[in-house]
């Protein structure tokens, strides 16, 4: 019997390595790859994200458990697509136009990789037409924008009034965050989710996700 919890324990480590053996062991074993992705690697990240909240994580092993379960994923996706296991969600990410930093975006993205979404990253610098492209040809559900200078705050509001324009602001949920971005902006521009932190981020698309459900 594959050891799951292994597999969880070894990403909350940050163990890279022994993620990938026990992973292969486990599908060498016929594991359901669904077991091996929610009772492995998304129960390491649960635990990851919630020490990150507590202040007992910082960004260094965030991002050295992130590492250890891309490992991870990298052996069980092509099995995942096999299987036609769907992801909780289908979010696109992006730091907004004039906005050229990426480790809170990153660290966002790691954090809704490891919730269970697949995760399409528009990398830095983003307009809004590259977020509408996101949802026309890939299907996202939930727009992600970062900004980290008061100065690039309002694109997130051309790019959410893009958004509306193009006639799919009513079929998606925006979510922003950021330095100096809060609750307050996200009400004022018409954002569906403000979150502090790249945990509290993954907590909030899950939330989102679930509403669009219903």
């Known amino acids: 019997m594959a050891d799951l919890q292994a597999i969880a324990e070894n990403i909350i480590k940050g163990q890279a390595p022994k993620v990938q053996e026990l992973v292969q062991e486990a599908l060498d074993e016929g594991t359901p790859v669904r077991e091996i992705l929610h009772d492995g690697l998304i129960a390491g990240m649960n635990v990851v994200g919630a020490k990150f909240k507590n202040n007992e994580f910082y960004v260094p092993e965030v991002l050295i458990a992130a590492r250890a379960m891309k490992q991870g994923m990298e052996l069980i996706r092509p099995r ?12 696109a990410i992006g ?4 906005d050229l930093h990426d480790i809170g975006k990153n660290l966002v993205s790691m954090m809704l990789e490891g919730a269970g979404f697949e995760v399409v990253d528009l990398g830095i610098d983003v307009p809004p037409e590259k977020f509408i492209d996101a949802v026309n040809s890939q299907g996202t559900q939930i727009i992600c924008m970062s900004a980290l200078l008061t100065t690039t705050m309002p694109s997130m509001q051309t790019t959410i009034e893009a958004l509306k324009e193009a006639g799919i602001g009513d079929n998606i949920r925006v979510m922003i965050g950021g330095a100096p971005v809060t609750q307050a902006y996200a009400d004022q521009i018409g954002a569906d989710g403000y979150a502090p932190d790249a945990a509290s981020a993954a907590e909030k698309a899950k939330e989102l996700i679930e509403e669009m459900k219903k």
């Open 80 to 91: 995942l697509i096999e299987e036609k296991v769907e992801p909780l969600g289908r979010a």
């Open 95 to 98: 730091t907004v136009k004039g």
